[in-house]
C-alpha cells in the first residue's frame, strides 16, 4: 500500500531556480529517505533523515522532516538540466520501505 | 558501496512463457530483498519481502503462485513470473538490505524492464 503523498505530481522550472518538493505519510516512521529516478532507470538514493532529524544537507539539497505533521520537503538549489527527473520520498517503517507517488521534475534550459 | 546486480535489465517473451529475474547483492550478505514493481508514470509497489531460507512475504493482493520468489542464499534472490500476460509488462525492480551504512539501508538494482507480447 501507498504510505506517501507528493505534491506537486509534476514541476517544472527554470534552470538556475529552486525546486521544492514535499511528501506526506500515515503512519510513524524509522526514517525517511529521497531518491531520484531518472526515465526508466534504477533508482538514486539522495538522502536519508531520521526520525530523530528536522533538517538534513547534501550538497545542492536539503530535506526537512516535521514529524508532527508528518511531512518532509526537499529542496533542490540553483537547479540543473540534469536534475530532471522523478524524485520520490520513501519512509521506513516495519521493516519496509514504502514509496510515494513521485513528483516529475523538469528543469527547461 | 554496496552494490545490487539485477539480471536481465531488460527482457522480452511471448505470452504464457515464464520469466526469471535475479537479484545478486554484489559485496555484502543479504539476509532480506524486497521486489518492486512500478507502471509507468507511476510510483514502485513493494510486491513482497524475501529472507534467506524462508518463504517469502507478499503484499496484499500478489499473487504467490503468479509471482514465485526464492531467497536461496544470503547474496541472491530469484524473482519468477509464472505464465506472464500482457499485464505483467512493467519494470521490476529489487532490493537488498545490508551492506556497509548499517543492516537497515536497502541497495536498490538497476531494475528489468520486462515485456511481454
Known amino acids: 500500500s501507498q504510505q506517501g503523498e507528493e505534491d506537486p505530481q509534476a514541476l517544472s522550472i527554470q534552470e538556475g531556480e529552486n525546486a521544492t518538493m514535499n511528501c506526506s505519510y500515515k503512519t510513524s516512521i524509522n526514517n525517511l529517505q529521497w531518491y531520484r529516478q531518472n526515465s526508466g532507470r534504477g533508482l538514486v538514493h539522495l538522502i536519508l533523515i531520521r526520525s530523530n532529524e528536522r533538517e538534513k544537507h547534501s550538497g545542492r539539497l536539503r530535506v526537512t522532516l516535521d514529524t508532527s505533521k508528518k511531512s518532509s520537503s526537499l529542496l533542490i538549489t540553483a537547479s540543473r538540466a540534469a536534475d530532471t527527473a522523478s524524485y520520490f520520498c520513501?519512509?521506513?517503517?516495519?521493516?519496509?520501505?514504502?514509496f510515494g507517488q513521485g513528483t516529475r521534475l523538469t528543469i527547461n534550459p | 558501496g554496496a552494490v545490487v546486480s539485477q539480471h536481465p535489465s531488460r527482457v522480452i517473451c511471448k505470452s504464457g512463457t515464464s520469466v526469471k529475474i535475479e537479484c545478486r547483492s554484489l559485496?555484502?550478505?543479504?539476509?532480506?530483498m524486497f521486489w518492486y514493481r512500478q507502471f509507468p508514470k507511476q510510483s514502485l509497489m513493494l510486491m513482497a519481502t524475501?529472507?534467506?531460507?524462508?518463504?517469502?512475504?507478499?503484499e496484499q493482493g500478489v499473487e504467490k503462485d503468479k509471482f514465485l520468489i526464492n531467497h536461496a542464499s544470503l547474496t541472491l534472490s530469484t524473482l519468477t513470473v509464472t505464465s506472464a500476460h500482457p499485464e505483467d509488462s512493467s519494470f521490476y525492480i529489487c532490493?537488498?538490505?545490508?551492506?556497509?551504512?548499517?543492516?537497515?539501508?536497502?541497495?536498490f538494482g538497476a531494475g528489468t524492464r520486462l515485456s511481454v507480447l
Open positions: 520513501a519512509t521506513e517503517g516495519a521493516q519496509k520501505l514504502v
Open positions: 559485496d555484502f550478505q543479504a539476509t532480506t
Open positions: 524475501s529472507n534467506e531460507g524462508s518463504k517469502a512475504t507478499y
Open positions: 532490493s537488498a538490505r545490508g551492506g556497509w551504512l548499517g543492516k537497515n539501508f536497502q541497495y
